[in-house]
């Protein structure tokens, strides 16, 4: 899909473009039942989303900032994340073709973060607010390890 750019200019065409019509799932991960989902409009919304991935299982959890060109999803079962990586991978929403890829389970040395660490909770915070909510879980997670 290699087209003409501005001035004359003759565009490569991305890695997302040269697959995008073989839906080639061109991904370093091996299957799992997590999954990232960019090239998402910003006027997308989170139920929109859901929408579309229920469809193939049931899910687990949904990680989305609106605003934000990508999201998380997490199904619950492994095959049902590779039917819809399958069958969704370039779907239009909101205008956009998807792009979607396997990503790597959170490691047991590396549990995720609770809720009140996340990145969505903290950036709703003043900066001094911030700090304290951190020093608390540092301190509460010292208390718990001991």
């Avoid at 065409?13 to 039942?33: L, M, Q, Y």
């Avoid at 989902?37 to 949904?62: K, M, P, R």
């Avoid at 790597?104 to 950036?123: N, R």
Wanted: net charge positive; charged share 20%.
């Amino acid at each position: 899909m290699s087209g003409r750019g501005g001035r004359g200019r003759f565009r490569r065409a991305s890695r997302f473009e040269d697959n995008f019509g073989s839906r080639n799932i061109s991904n370093k991960n091996p299957p799992s039942r997590h999954l990232w989902v960019g090239n998402l409009s910003h006027a997308t919304l989170e139920h929109d989303l859901s929408h579309y991935f229920l469809q193939f299982g049931e899910l687990e959890s949904v990680a989305f900032q609106p605003g934000r060109s990508y999201a998380f999803i997490n199904f619950k079962r492994e095959e049902d994340a590779f039917v819809a990586i399958n069958a969704l991978q370039g779907f239009s929403i909101a205008g956009n073709p998807l792009r979607i890829e396997f990503t790597k389970a959170v490691s047991p040395a590396h549990p995720q973060l609770p809720f009140i660490m996340s990145v969505t909770f903290l950036g709703t915070l003043s900066f001094s607010l911030k700090y304290c909510v951190i020093r608390v879980c540092v301190y509460l997670c010292i208390l718990l390890h001991s």
